[in-house]
């Protein structure tokens, strides 16, 4: 074991597309998604123990999250262990920035870095292939919040495609009063496509171009049009609506304030506005904030590296 403390940083995620299939008999929909990694990042702190996992947590939300095996991160570094027969033995701490059940993965990026800080901290080197599979086995975004970046997602999300991204986007986060429960948007978006008729009984195989493209010069101006114009990029958006109808409210304020685009992240209920640039990000936020149409405000550059050992 490393007796030194070892930090880990893990970055949220956002959906620049999300095409949900039909609903699986392992309770799980096909989708199609392209993530991008923002740098709100989690920090995952991993000490030496002796007697199992231990775990507090600190940050926003902490207060409502479970400590025990309940929390993605105790039950990240229990399959570790359990994978290297070795016994669970850590203190962790969490500094949370992620919202909870916000539709950043946040449960699911403190998963990713308790596997990158325990398998750090317990010297095993595990290899990629098989971190990838454990993440897999705890959620489906925790894959990619190992791997960050922007990547396109397929089967539940967990089967990654790298996808190139130049340059910097600017993200202004809205986090919203209460949270959503990640099943309940998705049944809510099965119930809203038998009620309109929608038949969604092919698994999505499309990846919009107009965004592959945008991501690839780098131009936001572009990603905004391929947000807005080519697609409806987030099917779970009217499910999260229509449980929480407020958010319509939150992203129509955004553009009215002038974000290139606005949209429900995954599940919701958080919504992100894209901006043009850093400073048009400072300004937007401030703006956004004072409206009182959100709980908090934050903004972020993407795309983001994954779960990282600081030094
Ligand atoms: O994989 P994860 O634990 O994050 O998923 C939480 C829930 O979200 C699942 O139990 C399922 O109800 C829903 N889900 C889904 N299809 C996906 C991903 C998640 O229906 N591709």
């Not at 959906?15 to 920090?43: C, E, K, M, R, W």
């Not at 791997?147 to 986090?175: D, M």
């Not at 697609?231 to 304020?253: E, H, Y």
């Amino acid at each position: 074991m490393n007796p030194a403390p070892v930090t880990v940083t893990v970055p949220a995620k956002i959906n620049l597309q999300l095409s949900i299939g039909p609903l699986q008999p392992n309770g799980y929909h096909d989708i199609v998604t392209v993530f991008q990694a923002l740098d709100l990042v989690d920090t995952i702190e991993a000490r030496p123990a002796t007697d199992g996992v231990r775990l507090q947590v600190v940050g926003e939300g902490a207060e409502s999250l479970p400590t025990n095996s309940n929390n993605l991160a105790v039950r990240a570094a229990q399959a570790l262990a359990r994978f290297h027969g070795i016994p669970p033995n850590v203190d962790m701490t969490i500094t949370k920035r992620i919202p909870i059940a916000g539709g950043m993965a946040g449960g699911s990026a403190d998963a990713a870095g308790a596997l990158v800080a325990c398998d750090y901290l317990w010297e095993l080197g595990t290899p990629r292939e098989h971190l990838d599979s454990i993440a897999a086995s705890l959620g489906s975004d925790v894959t990619f919040c190992l791997h960050g970046g922007t990547a396109i997602g397929t089967g539940r999300g967990e089967t990654l495609t790298p996808v190139l991204s130049t340059g910097e986007f600017h993200w202004v986060i809205a986090f919203s009063h209460g949270e959503l429960s990640t099943p309940k948007v998705y049944a809510e978006c099965d119930r809203l496509r038998k009620v309109a008729g929608i038949n969604a009984g092919v698994a999505p195989n499309y990846v919009s171009d107009l965004l592959i493209n945008a991501l690839r010069s780098g131009d936001s101006e572009l990603l905004a049009s391929a947000l807005s114009n080519d697609m409806k990029p987030n099917d779970l958006q009217p499910a999260a609506i229509s449980l929480k109808p407020d958010l319509q409210r939150v992203l129509d304020t955004g553009l009215e304030l002038g974000a290139l685009a606005a949209m429900v992240s995954g599940s919701g209920p958080t919504c992100v506005f894209l901006a043009s640039s850093q400073d048009h990000a400072f300004a937007l936020a401030a703006e956004l904030s004072g409206t009182g149409v959100c709980r908090t405000v934050r903004t972020a550059k993407a795309p983001a590296p994954g779960a990282k050992v600081q030094r």
